[in-house]
C-alpha cells in the first residue's frame, strides 16, 4: 500500500507554535482523507523551523467505490420537487427508480460512486488543510491572498509504492507541489529530491536537519549535561527553554561559555533570568549552586567549531549582565540607605485607578497585617514593618527590568537592609502561595502579611465591583483567595474570615473557592454545604474540621442508617409543622412515652445529648458524631413500633416534638438535610 | 582567514547598505526632515506600505526616543541614534535571502556565525499598524527586525509590504568590535582627522538628555500636541479639489507631518515624566486616530494607486 510524506516549507515558524501546528497537521490531513474514504496503517507528524511534515503510512491506493441511495420526492409530486431532487443528485429521471413506500410510490436516486485515486483525494484534503489551518496568528505576503503562519515557500507531497514515487499534483497559490526540499538554511542549501519518507529523513539528516523536535531536545539535553558534567558543574533544568530552543534549530550545536568574573557576585535569580529571557541560554551551576557558566545553542556547526559565535554571545551577554550589574548596585546603595524611600516612591505608581496608588494599597496591608499579627502569632510591629518593605523592590530598578523577580529581589533588598532574615523572607514569601502547587509560607510573619496582602487585595476589588467572572479573572482574585484558604487551613489558624470581611458576597466567595478545594480534597460537595449552613462557617479551620469528621461519619454504616432516620424524623416533622401552622419545638415530656421503644429513645437522647453538647463545646465533632451514631438503633426502633400520628392529640404533639428533638441533636453537628440520598 | 571584507567605520558599515540595497533595485532615499521615534515613521514606510502601488525604498532615518537618553555614558543607550530602513512591496519571496546579503555585504560570515529568526510581532499603536516577522539574532544578539505589514492607520496592507529594521549604531559595534557606542570610529580611523562617534555625538546626548529629561517646557509641549493635532485634522477636512488649480490635491503628506509631530512630542512629554498611566493611552489614541486619518486620505491618492 502507499505511502504518502508531506512537507509544507517555510520561512521560520514561531517556536512556541511548532508543535501545536504538527498536531493540527496530521489530524486535519488524516481525518480529511478517512472522510474521504482512504483509511491508512499510521501518521506521524514533525516540525523544524522551517518545515511542517507529515508521513502517513499503508493508505489505500483509492477509494472505495459505493453506492449511495437517496430518498426523493413521492412521484405525485410536484414537477418543482423532482427538479430539485435531480439537480442535487445530478441524475436524470430515467436514471431514478420508482419504489412502494409505505406513503405510495416515491422516486429513488441509486448513484453509483465509484472509488477516486489517492492522490485526488490527497490534493483536495491537503489544499483545504493548507487554507484553513488554525495558526494563532496568520498573515499574508507579497501580492498573494494564502494565509500561512510566515510565507510558505513550497510543498512536498509525494506518494510512494513499491519504490516508485509519484509526485501528488497540486496547486496552492502559485506553489506547486513537488518532490524536492531544502536542508539546512547555511550549511545545506541546495534542493534535495526525495522519494518518500525514509528518503526524505534520511536525507535531511545528512543536509543537517533533524526532523524530530523531540530528538533536537534530546541533543541539547545530553550535549549540555555531558559538556557540563565533564567540568564538574551542572545544567539547571528548564524544560521551558528546552523547548523553545529545539524549535528555533534544525541543526542544534552546544555551546558552553563563561560568565564574567565581574558578575558572579549576582543573585542566582538574576543571572539565570537574564540569561533566559534576554538570550535563551541555559544556565550551568557549580556544586554549590552558584551560576557560572552558560550554555547556549547555535544552530549550526562552524570551521572555528563555534568559537566566533560563543565570543559574540559572551559579549552580548556581557552587556545584559553590566545592565544588571548597573541595576543591581544603585538597587544596593537605596536599599542600604533608605530601602523605605522605595515605598514612599509607590505613591507614584498608580495599584488601580480606583483603588489608588500601590504606597496607599501597601497602607492598608499594613493595618490589617497589625490586626491580623496577633492571631497567627506574629510580632504587631514587625508585622507592620515587614508590611511595609515587602513590596518596597516595586520601585527597584532590577524589578522594573525583570517584573518576575518581584519578592526575590525584595528579600535581598530587606536584608541588605539589615531588616533581619524574617523580615526580609516575608518579601518573597508574601506573594507565596503563587498557584496550587506552589508552598504556603509558615513563618508567622509571612503568613501575616501573606494573608493581609490577599485580603486586602480581594475587599479592595470587590468594594469596586471587579469581582472574577466566568474564565476571566485579570487580577487572579481566585488564586487570591485559595491562597487565603491554604494559609489558614494549613497553618491551622483560627478566626472568622467576617473578622475582617464585611461583604458577604466576598465571603460567599471564599466559600464557593473552598468547595472547589475541598472537593478536589474528595470531600463531598453536600458536606461541605451541610458544614457551609453551620455557624461561624467563616471560621475555615473549624469548617473543614467539621467537613472532614462528617465525611467520615457518612462512610460509616451508622452514619448514613442515622441520616436516613434523621430525615425521616425531620421530614414527618416538617409536614407536621405546616399542615398545623405551628413550631413543634417545646420539649417532649418522658412520661408521655407509651412504648419501650419510644422510652429507649429518650433514654438514648438524654445520653447523647449529654455528650454532644460539650464535645461540640470542644469542637471535636468526631466524638460528637459518635455520640450522634448511638441514636441510629433506637431511632430506627422507634419508627418501627410507634405511630407518630397517634389519635390522641397529645401523644401526637408529644411525639412531634420528640422528632424535633432529634433533629436538633443531630442538626446541632452539621446541617443534615443537605446531605444527599 | 575570512573571505569576507570587513569595513573599519561606521559610515563604511552605511555606505554598503546604501549600495548594497541600491543595486538591488532599491530607491536610495534621504531621511526625512523631521524628528521622528524610528524609521517606520518616514512616510516612505507608513505612507507608501498602503495601496496598489509597488515600491522599494531604502533609507537612514536618524531616530528620536528622548527616554532613552542616558547623557552619552551607556554603552549602548542613546536618544538620538539611527535606523536603517528598507521597504519592498510587494515584499519579494526571497526577501529573507536578500536580507541576509545584506549582513554579508557589511563583514558578517554567514559561514562562522549563528543567524536565528526569533518570533517577534511588530505592532505600533501610535500608528495603528501590526505585522508579523522575527527579531534576526546574530551570535544572540538581535541586529534587525523583520515585518511583513499587515495593516497600517487601520488599512490591510494589499499587497504585504516587507520591512526591515537595523539598529545602525548595535550592528556596527558589533562587526566593527566596539564595546562603548562612543569609541565607535565614525570615518576611517587611518584618516588624519579620525572621528569616533562620541567625538560626533557625546556633547549632544548630554545637551538633549538634560533638555528632554529636566528642561523642555512641558505647557509649550502640550500646545504643540494640540495644535498639531488641530492642523492635521484641518488639512485633511479641505476640500479634495484645490480652488486654485481647480486640481484635485488631497493633502495627505502635510496631514501626517502634523502625525509625526504629534508623536515626537508626545514623546518629549512621556520624558518629561508628566503623562500619568491612564493619559498615556488616550494621547497614543489621540496619534493613532491622527495616523488612521492620514492613511485614509493617501488611500485616495495617486500615489497609493488610486485612479487619478
Known sequence: MPDLLIELFSEEIPARMQARAAEDLKRLVTDGLVEAGLTYGGAEAFATPRRLVLAIEDLLGESPAVKEERKGPRTDAPEKALEGFLRSTGLTKDQLEARDDKKGQVWFAVIDKPGRPAAEIIAEVVEKTIRNFPWPKSMRWGSGTLRWVRPLHSIVCVLSDNGEANVVPLQIDGITAADT??????????????????????????????????????????DATQMAFAQGLEVVEDKGLLAEVSGLVEWPVVLMGSIDDAFLNLPPEVLQTSMKEHQKFFSVKDKSGRIVKFVTVANRETADHGATILAGNQKVLSARLSDAKFFWENDLRVAQTNIESWTDALSNVTFHKKLGSQADRIGSVETLAREIAPIVGADVDAAEKAARVAKADLSSEMVYEFPELQGVMGEYYAREAALGDDVAAVAREHYQPLGPSDDVPTAPLSVAVALADKIDTLIGFWAIDEKPTGSKDPFALRRAALGVIRLVLESDHRFGLKTFVSDDDLIGFFHDRLKVFLRDRGIRHDVIDASLAMPNSDDLTLLVKRAEALQYFLSTDDGENLTQGFKRAFNILKQAEDK?????????????????????????????????????????????????????????????????????????????????????????????????? | MSKIDRPTSFQEIILRLQSYWGEKGCAVLQPYDMEVGAGTFHPATTLRALGSKPWAAAYVQPSRRPTDGRYGEN??????????????????????????????????????????????????PTLGAWGLGW?????????????????????????????????????AMYVLGIDHVMDMPYNDPQTPIALTYGDVFRQTEQEYSRWNFDVADTDTLFKHFEDAEAECHRILDAEDVDPKTGQRIVMAHPAYDQCIKASHVFNLLDARGVISVTERQAYIGRVRALAKACADAFVTTEAAGAAA
Request: charged share 25%; hydrophobic share 40%.
Open chain 1, 181 to 222: 526540499t531544502n536542508g539546512h538554511r547555511f550549511m545545506a542549501p541546495e534542493a534535495i529530491k526525495v522519494a518518500g519518507f525514509d528518503d526524505y529523513a534520511a536525507k535531511l539528516k545528512r543536509a543537517q536537519v533533524v526532523l524530530s523536535a523531540a530528538e533536537r531536545a534530546d541533543r541539547i539535553w545530553n
Open chain 1, 580 to 677: 398545623d401552622g405551628v413550631e413543634y419545638s417545646f420539649g417532649p415530656d418522658p412520661k408521655l412515652a407509651e412504648t419501650d421503644e419510644e422510652k429507649a429513645l429518650f433514654a438514648a437522647l438524654d445520653e447523647a445529648e449529654a455528650k454532644i453538647s460539650p464535645a461540640m463545646e470542644a469542637e471535636e465533632f468526631a466524638a460528637a458524631m459518635s455520640a450522634m451514631a448511638t441514636l441510629r438503633a433506637p431511632i430506627d426502633a422507634f419508627f418501627e413500633a410507634v405511630q407518630v400520628n397517634a389519635e390522641s392529640e397529645i401523644l401526637r404533639r408529644n411525639r412531634l416534638n420528640l422528632l424535633h428533638r432529634i433533629s436538633a441533636a443531630c442538626q446541632s453537628v452539621a446541617d443534615l438535610t443537605k446531605i444527599e440520598g
Open chain 2, 75 to 124: 554603552p549602548n543607550r542613546l536618544q538620538h541614534y539611527y535606523q536603517y530602513q528598507v521597504l519592498i512591496k510587494p515584499s519579494p519571496p526571497d526577501l529573507q535571502a536578500l536580507y541576509l546579503g545584506s549582513l554579508e555585504a557589511i563583514g558578517i560570515d554567514m559561514e562562522l556565525h549563528d543567524i536565528r529568526f526569533v518570533e517577534d510581532d511588530w505592532e505600533s
Open chain 2, 135 to 171: 527579531e534576526v539574532w546574530c551570535d544572540g544578539m538581535e541586529v534587525s527586525q523583520f515585518t511583513y505589514f499587515q495593516q497600517v492607520g487601520g488599512h490591510d496592507c494589499k499587497p504585504v509590504s516587507g520591512e526591515l529594521t537595523y539598529g545602525l549604531e548595535r550592528l
